[in-house]
């Protein structure tokens, strides 16, 4: 049984740049969470998609968007970067109707020179 | 006041010793919480979760909820080295709000 999977693991942008991120949950998830989380701190909750629509968003400005595929994979576009963009990404999966646990893939760490 | 707060440590024990992580949340309307273990370099991974008021046991590892002082608790006991690591209070719900997290070192 696959777990969460993310790509690419590693990629350095300049600034102004974009990236896509890519998550493919869990088997049996319906649910997608991305997380960004900078060096020493908790993982920030950037939105929640489940049947292909962004269902909640944290506190990120618009350049941060993404997907949902009919397969439940996801991708995260984040446009314009900033120097302040680079952290861990975590995508983590979850059943909707299920406990509320979380489930993440290993992140893909950005940088932005 | 941030949504949910953790002492980011870092809290240092003997192996052997009894660790004893805590967070207080403020959305009354929290129903589930959940504790995460980091190591790091690596992504979160989840030790339990709790629901309702009390104590919750598994193995090394005890979870208390009391909801009507808005905290929450995990003790692990017969601290190991290989404990050490990051610790993520989490509440579930609707934007499943992380805290900063608890660096615990267990010095052998």
């Known amino acids: 049984d696959a777990g969460v999977t993310q790509s690419p693991t590693h990629l350095i942008k300049t600034r102004g740049q974009q990236v896509t991120l890519r998550c493919s949950p869990k088997?049996?998830?319906?649910?997608v969470s991305w997380y960004q989380q900078a060096l020493g701190q908790g993982p920030q909750f950037i939105f929640q998609y489940y049947e292909e629509e962004e269902r909640q968003r944290g506190n990120f400005p618009d350049r941060f968007s993404g997907h949902q595929f009919p397969n439940y994979s996801s991708e995260l576009n984040v446009n314009a970067l900033l120097l302040g963009d680079s952290a861990l990404y975590l995508c983590a999966s979850s059943l909707m109707t299920g406990s509320g646990e979380l489930f993440f893939g290993e992140g893909s760490r950005l940088t932005v020179l | 006041q941030k949504e949910v707060e953790q002492n980011s440590g870092p809290l240092s024990v003997p192996e052997g010793a009894i660790a004893s992580l805590n967070c207080t949340y403020s959305d009354r309307g929290s129903q589930s919480f959940f504790w995460y273990r980091q190591y790091s370099g690596k992504s979160p991974e989840l030790i339990m979760f709790?629901?309702?008021?009390g104590d919750k046991e598994d193995g090394r590892f005890t979870a208390q909820l009391n909801k009507a002082s808005q905290y929450v608790s995990l003790l692990i006991r017969d601290s190991q080295p290989s404990d050490s690591a990051t610790y993520l209070c989490?509440?579930?719900?609707?934007?499943?709000?992380f805290g900063a997290g608890t660096r615990l070192f267990v010095k052998a």
């Open positions: 709790i629901y309702s008021n």
């Open positions: 989490h509440t579930g719900g609707f934007k499943t709000i």
């Open positions: 088997s049996g998830h319906d649910t």
